[in-house]
């Protein structure tokens, strides 16, 4: 069992940056792969960026490519999504994800088991 609790969202004008933490509870996050998906209003849920159990892999969408970086540090229980040039198609409530099998990656919502409140990020044009 793990909790996730994400936060650093916020209000940014388009091409700003922002950083998303999501700080797990439990003893065993190390043994997790770890994900962050997004939702904008009347849109579905979308995969952004997934990093394996040590971090050596990591896996986007193509929207977000040379401008958001997913990283963790297993000492601090802690997943970051790093967003830079943002736009205002990024504007949606991030979740941050956790995934029993943490070798791989995958961008599949069904394949992550344990699921955070979300936090808003709104970009303005």
């Known amino acids: 069992q793990v909790q996730l609790v994400e936060s650093g969202g916020g209000l940014v004008q388009a091409g700003g940056s922002l950083r998303l933490s999501c700080a797990a509870s439990?003893?065993?996050?190390?043994?997790?792969?770890m994900g962050w998906f997004r939702q904008a209003p009347g849109k579905e849920r979308e995969f952004v960026a997934s990093?394996?159990?040590?971090?050596?892999?990591?896996t986007c969408t193509d929207s977000v490519k040379g401008r958001f970086t997913i990283s963790r540090d297993n000492a601090r229980n802690t997943v970051y999504l790093q967003m830079n040039s943002l736009k205002p198609e990024d504007t949606a409530v991030y979740h941050c994800?956790?995934?029993?099998?943490?070798?791989?990656?995958?961008?599949?919502?069904?394949?992550?088991?344990?699921w955070g409140q979300g936090t808003q990020v709104t970009v303005s044009s």
């Open positions: 994800a956790a995934r029993n099998f943490g070798i791989s990656t995958t961008s599949l919502a069904r394949d992550y088991g344990y």
């Open positions: 990093i394996n159990w040590s971090g050596d892999f990591t």
């Open positions: 439990g003893r065993t996050f190390s043994s997790y792969a």
